[in-house]
T-cell receptor, first 118, second 112 residues
Framework: AQTVTQSQPEMSVQEAETVTLSCTYDTSESDYYLFWYKQPPSRQMILVIRQEAYKQQNATENRFSVNFQKAAKSFSLKISDSQLGDAAMYFC???????????????FGTGTLLAVQP | NAGVTQTPKFQVLKTGQSMTLQCAQDMNHEYMSWYRQDPGMGLRLIHYSVGAGITDQGEVPNGYNVSRSTTEDFPLRLLSAAPSQTSVYFCASNSPWRDEQYFGPGTRLTVT
């Protein structure tokens, strides 16, 4: 079974600085999808960024980028120019490929609570 | 476009009571899922559906029932609530061709 591990329960960063959140996963599959979700105090789950395992290029969305190391099974999230609005819980998630509608399982890590200091 | 809606937002139950958490989506997504979120444990999948009439168990299905009679709705039923079911419940939907799951605002359930 696949597992997702986030080893940093809490992180802190100064406004305008850069922070990296770690995520490792375990799988025997060669094709899969990885995600980072943000959960602010409002509780709403917001997709930050996604990565397909077959793509070697790291995904980027504005100030958010990932470092995807397939062999090491590592998927870290880098937030550049941190803003106060980035303060939230961040979840790493894994999804197996969906061949013919057989599954829709998203496996989450335990989350990293990010605080942004002004 | 409302996206994924959940009702109620908050609920308090006594042990042994039953209730249904409602979830609806207006994006014509075939896939829908229910998760629970507990402190220190992230989100865990309870049940999911890949289409009307098709449901399957996730990681923590015990104590919960689901059915999917329409594409839009995916209710979660607690037949006999237990304190261990105190949690925040999220419903999500997605298209088979897109991996992004769209989440509802969540329901905070307390069982006393």
């Amino acid at each position: 079974a696949q597992t997702v591990t986030q080893s940093q329960p809490e992180m802190s960063v100064q406004e305008a600085e850069t922070v990296t959140l770690s995520c490792t996963y375990d799988t025997s599959e060669s094709d899969y999808y990885l995600f980072w979700y943000k959960q602010p105090p409002s509780r709403q789950m917001i997709l930050v960024i996604r990565q397909e395992a077959y793509k070697q290029q790291n995904a980027t969305e504005n100030r958010f980028s990932v470092n995807f190391q397939k062999a090491a099974k590592s998927f870290s999230l880098k937030i550049s120019d941190s803003q106060l609005g980035d303060a939230a819980m961040y979840f790493c998630a894994y999804r197996s490929p969906d061949y013919g509608g057989a599954t829709n399982k998203l496996i989450f890590g335990t989350g990293t609570l990010l605080a942004v200091q002004p | 476009n409302a996206g994924v809606t959940q009702t109620p937002k908050f609920q308090v139950l006594k042990t042994g009571q039953s209730m249904t958490l409602q979830c609806a989506q207006d994006m014509n997504h075939e896939y829908m899922s229910w998760y629970r979120q507990d402190p220190g444990m992230g989100l865990r999948l309870i049940h999911y559906s890949v289409g009307a009439g098709i449901t399957d168990q996730g990681e923590v299905p015990n104590g919960y029932n689901v059915s999917r009679s329409t594409t839009e709705d995916f209710p979660l039923r607690l037949l006999s609530a237990a304190p261990s079911q105190t949690s925040v419940y999220f419903c999500a939907s997605n298209s088979p061709w897109r991996d992004e799951q769209y989440f509802g605002p969540g329901t905070r359930l307390t069982v006393t």
